[in-house]
């Protein structure tokens, strides 16, 4: 019997700090996810994902157990050249018929300074799964936009190796002189709706 109370003694305890976590919705129409590469070492090409979404479980009272979570749609991709775009949609980049989807999945979120964040995570590409460090200003302020929704943004950068994901398609001049550089930048603009 004194068994049985104290697991229910803990599952009340347990209550309110579920209570005090919030699901946000990531807006895709407020959102972006953008990347930047040196072509031929000399400028770099930028481009977008378009279609993204994502949900993040705030934890209201400690930051550190929040979670987050975004799918990006790889097959809309957009340099503005559309040559390009069909070229990173091949085998030779993304392989966008076989690994339509790219994710990233939080396995750790850590402060790192006023209003910012190290969120360390499980980023896949082509299948293949690399822990990855995003380094996000904000959380901003929650704001009520003119429709009653409770909305929040923050910025994200890190780059990657694009190798290290299998997208390793390069061609390399008589100079030496890469056509597409390995490592990617990449930043995220997003805004969340509270559920």
């Given amino acids: 019997m004194k068994r049985f109370i104290s697991a229910v003694t803990l599952f009340i305890l347990a209550l309110p700090l579920s209570a005090l976590a919030s699901t946000w919705t990531l807006d895709p ?3 972006a996810a953008q990347f930047k590469v040196r072509h031929l070492m000399i400028s770099n090409v930028k481009g977008s994902f378009e279609k993204l979404n994502g949900q993040l479980v705030l934890d209201d009272k400690d930051i550190t157990k929040s979670k987050v979570d975004v799918i990006i749609d790889v097959a809309s991709v957009n340099t503005n050249i559309k040559k390009r775009d069909d070229h990173l949609r091949s085998p030779d980049f993304f392989d966008t018929a076989k690994f339509p989807a790219m994710t990233f999945v939080s396995t750790k979120v850590e402060k790192d300074g006023p209003d910012k964040l190290k969120v360390t995570g499980n980023l896949t590409i082509k ?47 008589d100079t030496g002189v890469v056509v597409v550089a390995d490592e990617v930048a990449i930043q995220l603009e997003v805004e969340f709706i509270k559920k």
């Fill in 29 to 31: 129409d407020h959102s």
């Fill in 127 to 173: 299948g293949i799964t690399k822990p990855v460090v995003l380094h996000v200003d904000g959380l901003t302020p929650e704001i009520k936009d003119p429709w009653g929704n409770i909305r929040r943004g923050a910025s994200a950068t890190t780059s990657i190796n694009r190798k290290d994901f299998g997208v390793s398609w390069s061609k390399k001049l």
